[in-house]
């Protein structure tokens, strides 16, 4: 059995860690960490895991349990995050963060969107976790930066186009839309019920720090410097996320010929799915599942090609594929305890 601890359990994205765990057939938790439940039994929390995990939360100043694991999952906020990860690297854990701390490659622009990072040194060996597109390098880093929801949903929904160099490289916009679970856990007032319900609105309109790690991955991709607009929206809805992404092409091509190239691009890719030409994915249908669904549509009339990409954002966009790399990390089968279909309703 693989060991695995959890530091920031108690959030959306260590509980889903959690319920992943205990379905995976070769994971063993040995320690998960919360502040505000140390000393309480994980069941006491989360009444649905009482007869799945017998161990108490305990306070990241007590290490016995973290010291018992191979692999760590790291779901604290940004910055808070970078103050545990370099001593777990010290010790020789495989470690993979579902923060922003060290997804990018230029300390000098994660200090312009976030802050200060007090541990640049770990960000050159630091393997940014979109599985699909980084699988070879996965396989043997110490350190995966598990990518933000967004981008996940954003560059996997680009890739193929921009890979094969059939867009405007300068002229992307990606509206996007979540579901609350996406802030996270803790009591802010823009997530209350009343605040949320029965609204949609955009927020941190050509501001929001996912801008710059899409950015940075579209352009590794590219070869070039790629530049995207970016509106984020917030639904009243517990998980998921919409991405419509327009692009102005750059070659003329059919919907069937793009419909191949999506295919053909992720043949290999289990969570991937590229739906039927004139179908547009519903964040439902990956509800509580790893799958990110694409659609594509030429509009001819304004030579836009339209990408629509849903994904769960606590799944595909965070623990789900936090997973699938710990898999790839460990040489597992990718899919295992991560391969269930969607909730539905
Ligand atoms: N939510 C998403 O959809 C999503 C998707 C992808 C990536 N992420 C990223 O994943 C990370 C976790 O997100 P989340 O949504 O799960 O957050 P969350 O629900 O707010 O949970 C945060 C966790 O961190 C712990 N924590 C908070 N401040 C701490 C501190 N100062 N010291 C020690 N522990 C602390 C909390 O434990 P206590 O019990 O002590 O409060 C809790 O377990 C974030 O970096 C986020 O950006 C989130």
């Known amino acids: 059995m693989l060991k695995a601890a959890i530091i920031g359990a108690s959030g959306y994205t260590g509980f889903e860690l959690m319920r992943l765990s205990v379905q995976h057939p070769h994971v063993e938790l040995t320690s998960v960490s919360s502040e505000k439940f140390a000393g309480k039994k994980v069941g006491e929390v989360f009444p649905s895991l009482h007869d799945k995990i017998k161990i108490d939360f305990k306070s990241i100043s007590?290490?016995?349990?973290?010291?018992?694991?191979?692999?760590?999952?790291?779901?604290?906020?940004?910055?808070?995050?970078?103050?545990?990860?370099?001593?777990?690297?010290?010790?020789?854990?495989?470690?993979?963060?579902?923060?922003?701390?060290?997804?990018?490659n230029d300390p000098a622009i994660y200090e312009n969107w976030y802050?200060?990072?007090?541990?640049?040194?770990?960000?050159?060996?630091?393997?940014?976790?979109?599985?699909?597109?980084?699988?070879?390098?996965?396989?043997?880093?110490?350190?995966?930066?598990?990518?933000?929801?967004?981008?996940?949903?954003?560059?996997?929904?680009?890739?193929?186009?921009?890979?094969?160099?059939?867009i405007d490289l300068n002229n992307i916009i990606a509206d996007a839309k979540s579901g609350v679970s996406g802030a996270g856990?803790?009591?802010?007032?823009?997530?209350?019920?009343?605040?949320?319900?029965?609204?949609?609105?955009?927020?941190?309109?050509?501001?929001?720090?996912?801008?710059?790690?899409?950015?940075?991955?579209?352009?590794?991709?590219?070869?070039?410097?790629?530049?995207?607009?970016?509106?984020?929206?917030?639904?009243?809805?517990?998980?998921?996320?919409?991405?419509t992404i327009y692009t102005t092409m750059s070659k003329e091509m059919s919907e069937d010929e793009v419909l191949n190239l999506y295919k053909n691009f992720y043949q290999n890719d289990i969570f991937v799915?590229?739906?039927?030409?004139?179908?547009?994915?519903?964040?439902?249908?990956?509800?509580?599942?790893?799958?990110?669904d694409i659609s594509i549509t030429i509009d001819s009339r304004t030579n836009r090609l339209v990408v629509v990409s849903v994904i769960d954002n606590l799944l595909k966009g965070g623990s789900g594929q936090a997973v699938q790399n710990m898999n790839i990390m460990a040489g597992f089968n990718e899919e295992l305890g991560i391969n269930q279909p969607a909730l539905f309703p």
């Open 115 to 166: 802050q200060k990072h007090t541990a640049p040194e770990l960000l050159q060996d630091a393997v940014y976790g979109l599985s699909e597109l980084y699988r070879e390098k996965i396989k043997n880093a110490q350190l995966v930066a598990n990518p933000g929801c967004y981008p996940t949903a954003v560059i996997l929904a680009l890739a193929p186009l921009i890979k094969n160099d059939l």
């Open 273 to 292: 799915r590229i739906c039927p030409l004139g179908t547009f994915p519903s964040t439902n249908q990956v509800k509580g599942s790893n799958y990110c």
């Open 185 to 243: 856990r803790s009591v802010v007032l823009s997530s209350l019920f009343a605040e949320v319900n029965e609204g949609v609105k955009a927020y941190k309109v050509a501001k929001h720090q996912h801008s710059p790690e899409m950015e940075q991955e579209l352009s590794l991709i590219a070869q070039k410097n790629v530049s995207l607009l970016f509106t984020p929206h917030l639904v009243p809805m517990n998980r998921g996320i919409l991405a």
């Open 62 to 104: 007590e290490k016995k349990g973290v010291s018992k694991a191979d692999f760590v999952f790291v779901a604290l906020p940004h910055k808070e995050a970078m103050s545990v990860v370099p001593q777990l690297i010290k010790l020789g854990k495989k470690v993979i963060d579902l923060s922003a701390d060290f997804r990018f």
